[in-house]
């Protein structure tokens, strides 16, 4: 699971084997045992969440928003 990078405690990062065929681009949240994922594409937006309260996925929805190229490079590096 290769982090992407990570803040206040929060890990953004990819699943190696995110399926076949392989979903859109996309980055999964974990913390204290709740995760979220993000789909980047045509725009940021929540794809899923298990345990994270409205609070706290607006604020990740801001931080893949203002990371989503950096996000974008990180997985056409680590998937071609």
Do not use: Q
Not at 2 to 9: L, T
Not at 38 to 53: D, K
């Amino acid at each position: 699971m290769p982090a992407v990078f990570r803040e206040r405690g929060f890990r953004f990062f990819f699943y190696s084997d995110e399926g076949d065929p392989r979903e859109p681009i996309h980055i999964h949240v974990h913390k204290d045992g709740a995760e979220a994922k993000f789909f980047l594409l045509p725009e940021v937006t929540l794809a899923h969440n298990s345990g994270f309260n409205p609070r706290t996925l607006a604020w990740m929805l801001e931080r893949v928003t203002a990371r989503r190229g950096m996000i974008e490079r990180a997985w056409h590096e680590h998937f071609g």
